[in-house]
């Protein structure tokens, strides 16, 4: 096959080759590696029957004066280990959007904990143990004194899920509660507004 004269190639500018990796070649014909620059007195001097070019780094076959357009390619690093290198980059940035207190869009990110089950104080989770016992299970587990309106709370909304509850007006939930925790067995402290276990003796 007979090649074109080498000035038909349109040349890119000097300019922007220097800020461009260089791209090398293999000649399909003879087998050496040219640089970019060197094809043309490659096939001028050493082998004027090549036509194919094989760009060493992305493996892609160039026919006549195509090679002129490959002006950059991939890194070795890029072509052995590309999809290592793109779990990595994106391990990377979900590591920092999980540690940055700022979003892309500068709103504050919340970091979500894993949901623990929440206990209900009921037993297999539909039968009620009865006041005294609820109140004492909840002062049990937060081992301090809490707020009795607090507590009030949480018992209120253990006995509504349970079966025990028909729909009784919160009233006289409210008395049923205070009775039981005027009980000797609990202590209501600082004028009333917290309570706590009492001590045994």
């Known amino acids: 096959i007979r090649r074109p004269p080498r000035s038909t190639r349109k040349e890119s500018s000097a300019a922007s080759d220097v800020y461009k990796r260089q791209v090398y070649f293999t000649c399909n014909v003879c087998g050496e590696s040219l640089k970019k620059k060197q094809v043309d007195k490659h096939c001028q001097t050493s082998c004027p029957s090549a036509w194919y070019f094989t760009c060493i780094d992305c493996n892609k076959t160039f026919e006549g004066f195509s090679y002129a357009e490959h002006t950059s390619c991939v890194t070795e690093t890029e072509r052995y280990a590309g999809k290592y290198l793109n779990a990595k980059a994106e391990q990377k940035k979900l590591s920092t959007s999980a540690t940055n207190p700022n979003s892309a869009n500068g709103k504050k ?36 004194k809490m707020p009795v309106e607090s507590l009030w709370k949480i018992v209120r909304e253990a006995y509504m899920k349970s079966n025990a509850y028909k729909g009784q007006d919160k009233t006289m939930m409210r008395a049923k509660f205070d009775d039981k925790v005027n009980r000797p067995r609990f202590e209501l402290v600082e004028s009333g507004k917290f309570i706590k276990l009492k001590a045994r003796k």
Do not use: A
């Not at 979500?112 to 002062?139: A, Q």
């Open 109 to 144: 990110e919340e970091v979500k904990k894993p949901k623990t089950k929440e206990r209900t104080y009921l037993v297999n989770d539909t039968e009620w143990m009865g006041w005294k016992r609820t109140i004492r299970h909840i002062l049990q587990d937060n081992e301090e």
